[in-house]
């Protein structure tokens, strides 16, 4: 397996995890009764979310060469997919990036700050959306499939609930039922992904060229997905137990998260060596 991708490997973990963490924490504010010492601290935690983002986009300049090539991406806003990233990617991180800057520096009204966050949870959204698109592409009938856009959400979900739990545990954040809640998504999600992974596995055994078949794409596919499989497994196990079990720390839940990290990027490595045109 090559990692010829990888920029574009780290860009959309990366961004996934931000989005996902970022739409978890800011609903935790606006959604529950914490004491506002607690938000206040969610929110200053939100700063790691951000260097998350940040190296998310240094890793997709590296893609392009050079980042001003950025803006010749952005020529075809509203008709290219690809310039829709770009544009809706660059709006969540400065909507969202200045929403916790003027909460850091208390300045602005409630409602200016109030509009920003809420305009950077739309804003990450249609990057997300954005993102699952650029990769439907019908010539690569191996992306163009239900299986792109729930392997992408289902990182935004496990990796980005993760994070973000370890972020607000280190808050000192204590809602039991929206906790309860996170878990259960992360529970649930990994269960989709092991789904998601088999029922791919099956549907690439069905795609083929007349130069080469799906299913020979990736070397030893099987024992790649199984060992991503038992990562997210054990890293989620890790990171949810430290959580759950040793107040205020937060050494083990990274560990776990890291594991789960490592994960999600060996699938999303295996996805773009699964590239193949129809055809010649």
């Not at 979310?49 to 050079?66: C, I």
């Not at 949870?121 to 698109?133: C, E, I, L």
């Amino acid at each position: 397996m090559s990692y010829h991708e990888l920029s574009l490997v780290l860009f959309t973990v990366l961004a996934q995890t931000a989005v996902g963490a970022y739409l978890i924490m800011t609903l935790a504010n606006l959604m529950t009764n914490s004491r506002v010492d607690v938000k206040s601290k969610i929110t200053r935690n939100m700063f790691f979310v951000w260097v998350v983002m940040g190296l998310g986009f240094v890793a997709s300049s590296t893609h392009l060469g050079s980042a001003m090539r950025a803006m010749n991406a952005l020529n075809q806003v509203g008709s290219s997919w690809l310039s829709n990233e770009i544009l809706t990617g660059a709006m969540f991180f400065a909507f969202g990036g200045l929403y916790w800057l003027l909460e850091m520096l208390n300045k602005g009204t409630e409602s200016v700050r109030k509009g920003l966050k809420i305009a950077g949870m739309v804003a990450g959204v249609a990057f997300m959306y954005s993102m699952m698109n650029v990769y439907l592409i019908e010539t690569v009938p191996t992306w163009d499939t239900p299986y792109t856009s729930w392997s992408f959400l289902l990182t935004m979900a496990v990796v980005g609930a993760i994070f973000a739990s370890i972020l607000m545990h280190n808050a000192q954040f204590e809602d039991a039922k929206y906790t309860r809640g996170l878990q259960g998504l992360v529970v649930s999600s990994i269960i989709a992904n092991i789904v998601v992974t088999l029922s791919q596995m099956v549907a690439l055994g069905e795609i083929q060229s007349s130069v080469v078949s799906a299913k020979d794409l990736v070397p030893n596919m099987a024992m790649l997905q199984g060992s991503r499989i038992v990562l997210l497994i054990v890293g989620a196990a890790i990171a949810l137990t430290g959580i759950n079990r040793i107040k205020g720390s937060v050494a083990l839940p990274v560990v776990g998260l890291a594991l789960v990290l490592v994960a999600e990027l060996l699938g999303r490595n295996i996805f773009f060596n699964l590239h193949m045109t129809v055809g010649l």
